[in-house]
């Protein structure tokens, strides 16, 4: 167990809340303000998580913060007990509450990393996702537009791995994916290499709750922005007036320029990934 003076933590919390208000402030300006960015408030809409979460600090597992009279605001939080004036993670009530939860994350992301990594997807899920529809998922002018998008989709081969992608396929696009997906199979076919695998590891991060440090929840939704991003620029939407590029992945050097930013991404998700591992680790090895 680490043990933090009241310095020590109030100052790791400040940092965090400050880095945490730095990833939400313009999404929390443009809901006040009534408007939507279709690439970036998709990390605080398609995913379960407000912006004020963000802002909750945790020491993690296996840290204790100095809190003699339980003043501070991890007291009174869910999981949290205070011992010999220390507030920190009750872990017998914290895996007693959450076993099957924390069984699965760790089955799917174990799985997700021993599985064969797949760079040859080039991001044609949300090709995919508007292939012969009248009814696109997000209100932005396709940059080929609909004739030249299908195209693409018919020209090149639909290699998805991610069930929450492929489950927006339209109807006519998911005969034409090389594998049918369920929610059952996913930890056999969900792959590091997959863009939306590293985003949703800031999902996983905030399912696990208490015992992931502020910090490492953070670096998941860092990365997960960076994984937007490219998915994004990526995409047969033009969001050039977001201030995003484009890869332009029906021709060769925009798919040379995808695998290149994929397989970044897929190297910190690993490292990131490997760390939510093994805080759940963690909880199984305090009895």
């Known amino acids: 167990m680490i ?52 802002e ?65 997807c080039f991001g044609l899920h949300e090709w995919a996702m508007v292939y012969q529809t009248d009814s696109p998922r997000h209100s932005l002018p396709l940059r080929l537009g609909a004739i030249d998008t299908q195209r693409v989709v018919e020209e ?3 290699r998805c791995t991610h069930f929450d992608a492929f489950r927006f396929f339209t109807p006519s696009a998911r005969p034409l994916n090389l594998t049918v997906l369920s929610r059952e199979k996913q930890p056999e076919t969900e792959q590091r290499g997959c863009v939306h695998a590293t985003m949703d590891l800031y999902k996983w991060a905030a399912k696990l709750g208490p015992i992931i440090a502020g910090s490492l929840w953070l670096d998941t939704f860092e990365l997960a922005q960076r994984a937007r991003i490219l998915d994004m620029e990526a995409s047969p939407y033009d969001c050039r007036e977001f201030g995003l590029g484009v890869v ?40």
């Open 248 to 287: 332009a992945i029906e021709t060769t050097a925009g798919k040379q320029e995808y695998v290149e930013r994929q397989r970044a991404l897929s190297y910190d998700a690993t490292k990131l990934r490997d760390r939510l591992v093994s805080a759940i680790d963690h909880v199984f090895a305090l009895h």
């Open 3 to 54: 043990y933090l003076d009241t310095a020590e933590w109030t100052t790791l919390q400040s940092e965090h809340i400050a880095r945490a208000k730095s990833f939400t402030a313009a999404h929390l300006e443009r809901r006040k303000a009534g408007k939507k960015h279709p690439v970036f408030d998709f990390l605080f809409e398609y995913y379960p998580i407000r912006a004020a979460h963000l």
């Open 56 to 120: 909750r600090w945790h020491p993690g597992i296996g840290v204790a913060i100095f809190d003699p009279v339980t003043a501070s605001q991890q007291a009174g939080w869910k999981y949290y007990h205070n011992k010999n004036q220390y507030t920190c993670i009750d872990i017998d009530h914290y895996r007693d509450a959450r076993r099957q939860t924390l069984t699965f994350i760790r089955d799917l992301l174990s799985k997700t990393e021993q599985n064969q990594a797949r760079f040859d």
């Open 156 to 158: 090149n081969s639909l």
